[in-house]
């Protein structure tokens, strides 16, 4: 049990004092009664400031797939640090983590390296934009693919139209709203409309997180992937799977193995690295392969060695044979758990996986009581109390360091957290 947490609370009052919300990122600000600062994290556990002990579902919000402290990155990276931090030039772990993506990802070709998700998408949409000579771009209602002026919008669910498109936030530059169009998830017969004109429409692009991760966690259908391969060929239109969240986590090779359905482009970022700051953009030679005309890469810290050393090791320990599968089965075992508990208390929410990527959705509850996402603050709260870490943002993330009995201590605690709310 979690006694006090004096020791962030304290921390974050100082801390926001100086950064507004007393976060480095507007969603951690999610947490209630306020975010905890973490001292230590190893396997599937983290330990905040007062000394509490958690079983993490945040993952840092994806990259933590092997879990925290993984051995073999850790000395990977101190293998590195004494010898170099950055050189400006090129070190060999650069062709060595190259290689081990490469190799991984089905049909994938060549490879350029950025810091961030959001810095990759950018990237492989100016690839697209380069390839076909056109402007604009198609991407699905509720997807995030970062906070850049470009992709943060369209990020209501429940809105899908070509003609109203709002800005995520106050200050975005509004003329990049007529460069997209956005369309509903797995929507065949939209995306046949739109991609038909994708002459008139300028459309150089179809942008696509595979599960929709911050608009539901959807399985994508069969129908819905094998269309837009095939219009996307048809019409000259440049296929990008962002899978920043999706790659190294729902298959060793991403949603283009798990769908058996692959783009032009892909970005990755977050569980390649382990927990260091670098992203990728992977694909055809026919699109990436543009230096020679005219396309310049750019980035100060792309291919910083030390990151390099992560993902050369994460690629390693990922590979271990019956990882994903064991990843998968105690993913399985936590969704099971967790609807068997909200279905014996009537709580109005419902988990749903794709592997490791997990979705917790609200049901509005009947007799005007609590609303899911209300539930669902007063539940991660409630669990934080007991040692659960997770935040009300609707997605949690089981790493391959989760045993089967951490799953089970933890259903045993969102078991008394749901039954003292009701
Ligand atoms: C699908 C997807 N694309 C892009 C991003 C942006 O990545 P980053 O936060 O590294 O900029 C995210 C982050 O959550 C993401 O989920």
Known sequence: M???????????????GMVP??????????AKPHPLFFARGYGSRLWDVDGNEYIDYLGAFGPMVLGHSHPAIVQAVLDV???????????????????AILSRIPRAERLLWSNTGTEAVQVALRLARAHTGRNRFVKFSGSYHGWHDTVYLGLDSDQASMSSIAAGMPGQNSSVLNDVVVLPFNDVSALKQALSRAGELDLAAVLLDPIN??????EPSADFLGTMRQLCDDFGVVLIFDEVITGFRVALGGAAERWHVGPDL??????????FSQSAIVGRAEVIDRTDRGFRHLGTYNG????????????????APGSYDRLERNSNRFVAGMNRIFAEYSAPLVAHGIGSMIGLHSLVSAGGGPTGSTYLERLCAGLAERGVFMLPIGRVWVSMAHTESDIDETLTQVDGTVQGLR
Do not use: H
Request: glycine share 12%.
């Open 2 to 16: 979690v006694t006090s947490i004096q020791s962030s609370k304290e921390a974050w009052q100082r801390y926001r």
């Open 21 to 30: 919300g007393g976060v480095a990122s507007s969603l951690r600000g999610s």
């Open 81 to 99: 640090v004494p010898l170099m931090q950055m050189n400006g030039m090129c070190s060999l772990l650069e062709v060595d983590a190259a290689a």
């Open 213 to 218: 991760s911050s608009g539901g966690v959807v």
């Open 266 to 275: 892909w970005t990755f970022g977050k569980a390649m690295a382990g927990g």
């Open 304 to 319: 910083n060695p030390v990151a390099m050393a992560a993902i050369k090791a994460s690629m390693e320990a990922l590979s």
